[in-house]
Every structure is written in structure tokens, then in C-alpha cells.
């Protein structure tokens, strides 16, 4: 065997040599590293959760309509008695729940009922031509909830019949019993039990339990919107 050789050999013997041993060490310190599990994680720094701020504010409340072309800024429809009765002349249209500009209003409803359809007749004005040969989708703004607490439907804790939300107090959960009210695609509003500047918790309270150290990970302010 050539002198070339035995050096080749003896350099890759001497680098397993150091590999081991350094991977040796790894697993003794790795093994030596005290061991630190979620909940002790949690009972030193809180359980993390996501929170908001609660706030007041103007809730618009929107009715869906499908209307088909009548003429070249005319739309009608049909809807039904529980919609008609919340339609009255002059009402904005959108095209879109809550957001968007205004695109039309509501120019005539009928008081009496179609026999042909079982449901009662309605016309939309649109401020400008609409390129639309079928049925379409608008929004129409008949009611406002004015300076009202509003969250989303997700942050409700149901229990024995009972609804509740988590709010955050010194750094602690308090679990809130509420009374809820209107809701939509808006959220639900909730006349008692929350007070503008409450802190409730949106994420993570599916792992709580009542005065459970809590730590904020992300905190936003609601803007009376349910979000």
C-alpha cells in the first residue's frame, strides 16, 4: 500500500474519531439540559393569548337583495314579508355589506302581495348604468344600532345554556357572563356584561380557567365592529 494511501486512510480514521467525539458531547449536554414543559412555561409567564380592547360604536345593518335589469339604471325583485317590511323609499343601496360607496337606492315597495310569487315587489334606482344582463347581489342599509358594544360571534363562550366571554384583569382571565342582543354578519351585540375599555380575550381561551395568568401576545382595539 502506497504512502498516499495509508495518509488518506489515517486522516478519515482521525476525522470519525473527532466526529464521535464531539457527537458524544452533544448528547451529554443535550441530556443535561433541564427539561421545561408547556404548562411550566405557562404557570412562570401566562398562558398567551390574543385580546382587544372593547369599544363603542355604529353598527349598519344591511338587508341582501337579488335584483334583475329593468331598464337602464332600473333593477327589480321580490322579497319576502319579513324584508319588505324593513324597506321603505330612499334607502341606500351598496354593493357590498358594509362597506363600499353607495351605488343606488331603493325607488319604489309594494305594500301588496304578488300572487304570482308570494312575495312583494321591489325597485332600485342606480345612480349610474350597471353593465348587468342577469340577476344581481345588493346590499341595502335599513337600520342603524347607534353606540353599542358589538364582538364577533367567536369570542362567546357557551356553557349550560349560559354565554360568557374572557376578560383580562391584572393579568388574570375572568371568565364574564353576557347577555347577548341583535347579530348578523356583523357580529353579536351585547347589551350587559362588557363595558367600553374592557379587555377580552379573541384567541387562546379555549385553555383557560378562571384567575389563569395570562400572558398578551398581540392586543387590538374593537372598533364596536364584530371582528
Not at 324593513?86 to 343601496?93: E, R, S
Not at 319604489?108 to 312575495?119: A, E, K, N, P
Not at 347579530?183 to 379587555?199: C, F, K, R, S, W
Request: contains cysteine.
Amino acid at each position: 500500500m502506497s504512502k498516499k494511501r495509508i495518509l488518506v486512510y489515517s486522516i478519515c480514521m482521525l476525522l470519525f474519531v473527532v466526529f464521535v467525539i464531539i457527537r458524544q458531547r452533544q448528547v451529554r449536554f443535550m441530556r443535561n439540559r433541564p427539561i421545561i414543559s408547556t404548562v411550566s412555561r405557562w404557570q412562570e409567564n401566562g398562558k398567551p393569548v390574543f385580546v382587544k380592547r372593547i369599544s363603542r360604536g355604529d353598527i349598519l345593518l344591511f338587508e341582501k337583495l337579488t335584483l334583475r335589469p329593468a331598464g337602464n339604471k332600473v333593477f327589480e325583485g321580490y322579497v319576502p314579508k319579513a324584508i319588505q317590511e324593513k324597506l321603505t323609499i330612499g334607502q341606500n343601496i351598496y354593493a357590498e355589506s358594509g362597506s363600499g360607496s353607495i351605488i343606488g337606492s331603493i325607488s319604489g315597495v309594494s305594500r301588496d302581495i304578488s300572487l304570482d310569487t308570494g312575495m312583494y315587489y321591489v325597485k332600485a334606482a342606480f345612480e349610474k348604468p350597471v353593465d348587468a344582463s342577469d340577476w344581481i347581489v345588493v346590499y341595502v342599509h335599513t337600520d342603524t344600532l347607534r353606540n353599542v358594544i358589538c364582538v364577533s360571534e367567536n369570542i362567546i363562550d357557551r356553557q349550560d345554556e349560559k354565554m360568557y366571554v374572557w376578560k383580562v384583569e391584572g393579568a388574570r382571565a375572568i371568565k364574564q357572563e353576557v347577555k347577548t342582543g341583535q347579530h348578523n354578519g356583523y357580529g353579536i351585540v351585547i347589551p350587559e356584561g362588557l363595558n367600553a375599555g374592557d379587555i377580552v380575550v379573541y384567541k387562546g381561551f379555549t385553555q383557560l380557567s378562571e384567575n389563569d395568568l395570562v400572558n398578551i401576545v398581540k392586543s387590538t382595539d374593537n372598533s364596536g365592529v364584530g371582528q
